[in-house]
């Protein structure tokens, strides 16, 4: 199965394609429906365990759905 940091660098690294294409969808307890949207352009770095942004990081594990120009790329139940 595809993690959410392969369907990233994979976006990342791919010719033609661009992070700031990309929609990310993840847990965030607290916000209306538990999730938040995050566009791409917002990605400051793939790290490791984390997406790093301007205002902090969110770990991929919560990361439950990736968009690609409107595609869906990844879609997993979220957790």
Not at 34 to 43: A, C, N, R, T
Not at 45 to 72: A, C
Request: charged share 35%; hydrophobic share 35%; net charge positive.
């Amino acid at each position: 199965m595809r993690t959410a940091k392969d369907v990233l660098n994979e976006i990342k690294w791919t010719e033609g394609k661009d992070l700031k294409e990309c929609e990310i969808f993840y847990v965030h307890r607290g916000a209306p429906g538990d999730f938040k949207v995050m566009d791409g352009k917002d990605i400051v770095e793939l790290g490791r365990s984390f997406i790093y942004i301007e205002e902090g990081q969110i770990p991929y594990h919560r990361v439950f759905k990736i968009k690609h120009k409107g595609d869906i790329v990844l879609s997993r139940e979220r957790s």
